[in-house]
């Protein structure tokens, strides 16, 4: 059934450097989110974070040379939207654009594309699939505190969490089975690999981790081969999830691992953390350590995938009534 109403779309998202000039503004923007990491008292957040961006930038800035010399996100994320759209039209006329976190386009930039497009009400679709405070909550209440301040009052819908969708496991599952047959039936050792978060929020009910588990629990229903969880991308003075992959690495090298298959599965759009950190750094150290290693793609704009967010959109229109 078709809805009447114009919908926008926005696909939540963290935004990246696009140059490496972006690299120390973006980083700064990242550190000053307590939502991502409290850096002491509230009012030495953003001292704080300068700092840190000091020490942090020349290296970030080689890393984002090694990719190309900037994160091709906010192109990633660009191309789900256009292809969410397109795969939308059937059921109405519906406007889907990308709202970074921490780079352009802003929640101030979306949302002002959404008034000028005449939409009627707007849902907020996290491309993060498990619910954590410092990615979907850090996004949401910046989208409510700056329609807020813009004076905007379009109804925004929001959908949290995502991480057993059919057609999301069902990607995960098919790059697995891909990845194992491409080592010809040698043994393999299934590594998932998500961003990790400071221990505290845990310790503080993000249901985080409780997600990844949903994930892997309906990816291993379905693939009947058990992976390890494990967590990448660290940063900052405080206690983080672990184990990290390095150390999964390294411990699998020293039990006789021959060969590696690394599941990115909280990250669903190509950036610096598949590209560079997967890719070239985790696999350069696998390889170092006389391991086989390979890496699941990304979903990027997959049309099943595509067609999962398609479902979500469409759900969350008939739970909402629109």
Known sequence: MKTESKIG????????????????PFLFNLF?????????????????????????APA????????????PIRRKTEEQ?????????????FVVRPCMRYWHPLAEEALRDMEREGVQAIIALPLYPHYSIATTGSSLLDLRRTADRLGISIPIHEILCWPDEPAYID????????????????????????????????????????????????????????????YQSRSGPVEWL????????????????????????????DHIETLYE??????EMAEGLGMGFASTPSLNADP???AGLHDLVLATLAQCNI
């Open 9 to 24: 779309i926005l696909l939540l998202n963290l935004g990246g450097p696009e140059r490496l000039e972006d690299v120390r």
């Open 32 to 56: 000053s989110d307590r939502h991502i990491i409290r850096l002491g008292p509230a009012f030495l957040q953003k001292p704080i974070a300068r700092f840190i961006v000091s020490r942090r």
């Open 60 to 71: 970030s800035m080689a890393n984002y040379a090694r990719i190309g010399g900037g994160s």
């Open 81 to 93: 939207a256009q292809a969410l759209e397109q795969e939308l039209r059937p059921d109405g006329d």
């Open 171 to 230: 990607c995960l599952v098919d790059r697995i089975l891909a990845g194992i047959r491409s080592v010809e039936g040698k043994p393999v050792q299934v590594v998932y690999s998500a961003h990790s978060l400071p221990v505290q929020f845990i310790r503080e009910g993000d249901p985080y981790v409780d997600h990844l588990q949903q994930t892997i629990h309906a990816i291993e229903e379905r693939t009947a081969i058990a992976g390890r969880l494990c």
């Open 242 to 269: 672990g184990p990290p992959l390095s150390k999964v690495i390294a411990d699998l090298a020293s039990e006789g691992c021959a060969n590696l298959l690394v599941v990115p599965i909280s990250f669903v759009s």
């Open 278 to 283: 997967i890719d070239i750094q985790y696999r």
């Open 304 to 306: 099943p995938f595509i």
